[in-house]
């Protein structure tokens, strides 16, 4: 018996695949380190200001993972209600997909016009999932990924992963990553005070200008996307079984 979902299981592991290759990219990234350490000394000569500058761009190649991945993941929706209707007996098969909308009354227009061979039980189906804007972010974002120009898709995120030691020194780091000016702020400090930096630095991709995602790391985001549409394959999965209808 064949499995009905097993092209949209497939695209799900090759979204698993393009997202455990943009995890490796960003590590092969960080290997060279692309950074440099500052200390400038304020114009009264008595603070420091340490920071480390991000000094090459991110690779181009993180972009097209990340869309890549997007696409997989929105293409495992698409066949999955297609299998589903399937399941459901519809003889317009070309006339179905898993829509995604930026409202509930949006959604309806869209599943009037490209969902016309999805029958009712799974039509119900899809309502129940919430996939527009306020109802079921994850999903309404998958599809926003698509619509953003590479260039503009992700931006650096630097961040540090291990403590600072400070030396005669009271005052707490405050550390900050400033976007514009692609830096790692460790704090000002005290010339004369002693410090020690024992600290591993990391940069990593975020989002770009996506509402509801600017600015959160693109890896942890695709996970949990990636996450999401297995518990929708899930339910799609279920209800065919219900039909009596899984495989064929």
Known sequence: MADLFLSAKRKLANA??????????????????????????????????????????????????TQGAAAALRAALDQAVFAASKA???????????????????????????????????????????????????????????????????????????????????????VRWDARKWEIELGSFPIHGKFQPRISIFFSAAFGAIETLENCPVSPVLKAMTAEVERILGVAEEQSSRLGLATQ
């Open 88 to 174: 459901a007996g519809s003889r317009r098969l070309m006339d179905t997909c898993f829509p995604i909308a930026d409202s509930a009354e949006q959604l309806d227009k869209v599943m009037d016009k490209k969902c016309q061979g999805v029958p009712p039980e799974i039509a119900a189906m899809i309502h129940g999932l919430a996939p527009y804007k306020g109802g079921n972010d994850l999903i309404w974002a998958l599809a926003a990924i698509a619509g953003v120009e590479k260039y503009a898709l992700i931006v650096p995120l630097g961040s540090v992963d291990s403590g600072l030691t400070f030396i005669n020194n009271k005052t707490a780091p405050k």
């Open 16 to 65: 698993r695949d393009l997202i455990a290759t943009l995890d490796a990219e960003i590590q092969a990234f960080n290997a060279t380190e692309p950074h440099e350490r500052m200390v400038e000394t304020d114009p009264d000569g008595l603070i420091q200001e340490h920071t480390v500058r991000l000094t090459q761009p991110l690779p181009d190649s993180l972009a097209d993972l």
